[in-house]
């Protein structure tokens, strides 16, 4: 079955370069949620985009954004790198359908995630 | 917001029953989630339980719900050398039905 795509596996960058990480989600699937985990820490939420239109925002900095495109793939824009923005940053996607009750299609696929290194 | 406590680490022997234990704050979460991680690697969805069930199985796990006392716990019987990851426990109570991870319980398995 096809999963979750992200791409870079992963990136080094220098302080205050940009980058960004791309997510290419489950086919069918209408919802992408970016986590950020460092090292020895639980994934934490930045964001989620829901049928390309941003559904909630986490701890994401001001320095990032994020975007779902037409094809529901999904970039994570990364400004002014510093050096604790260095972290594995996982892509997940779940079909949430109509979104009228919870179900189990709410249930979150993760990508290998990207590991960026700023140096 | 959810907060999401484990036991940061756990090990057993091969052939073992492992227990991994979560406890939860928020009630609200829809369902609950085991995830696994191998070192450098993504997570892994292990198994799930909706909120109003109070057990899964699901081969050689096992999951158990006491919605009273928020706890949650993961089995795995006959626990094997491979089973050696991170598990971690999430809900989904955020309005985006984001995930909340507990800090992750590392699994060691000794031979």
């Known amino acids: 079955a096809a999963g979750v795509i992200q791409s870079p596996r992963h990136l080094i960058k220098e302080k205050r370069e940009t980058a960004t990480l791309k997510c290419y989600p489950i086919p069918r699937h209408d919802t992408v949620y970016w986590y950020q985990q460092g090292p020895g820490q639980d994934p934490q939420f930045l964001i989620s985009f829901y049928e390309k239109m941003q559904s909630d925002k986490g701890s994401i900095p001001d320095r990032f954004s994020a975007q779902q495109f037409s094809d529901y793939h999904s970039e994570l824009n990364m400004s002014s790198l510093e050096l604790g923005d260095s972290a594995l940053y996982f892509c997940?996607?779940?079909?949430?359908?109509?979104?009228?009750?919870?179900?189990?299609?709410?249930?979150?696929?993760f990508g290998p995630g990207t590991r960026l290194t700023v140096l | 917001g959810e907060d999401v406590e484990q036991s940061l680490f756990l090990s057993v022997r091969e052939g073992d029953s492992s227990v991994i234990n979560c406890t939860y704050t928020?009630?609200?979460?829809?369902?609950l989630y085991w995830y696994k991680q191998e070192p450098g690697a993504g997570l892994q969805l292990l198994t799930y339980i909706f909120s109003n069930m109070d057990m899964k199985q699901d081969q050689r796990l096992t999951v158990l719900l006491n919605k009273k006392d928020k706890h949650l716990s993961l089995r795995i019987a006959d626990t094997q050398t491979g089973d050696s990851a991170i598990y971690f426990c999430?809900?989904?109570?955020?309005?985006?039905?984001?995930?909340?991870f507990g800090s992750g319980t590392q699994l060691t398995v000794l031979p």
């Open positions: 928020d009630s609200s979460s829809t369902y």
């Open positions: 997940a996607s779940s079909l949430r359908g109509l979104g009228l009750a919870h179900t189990s299609t709410d249930t979150q696929y």
């Open positions: 999430a809900g989904n109570s955020g309005s985006a039905r984001q995930l909340t």
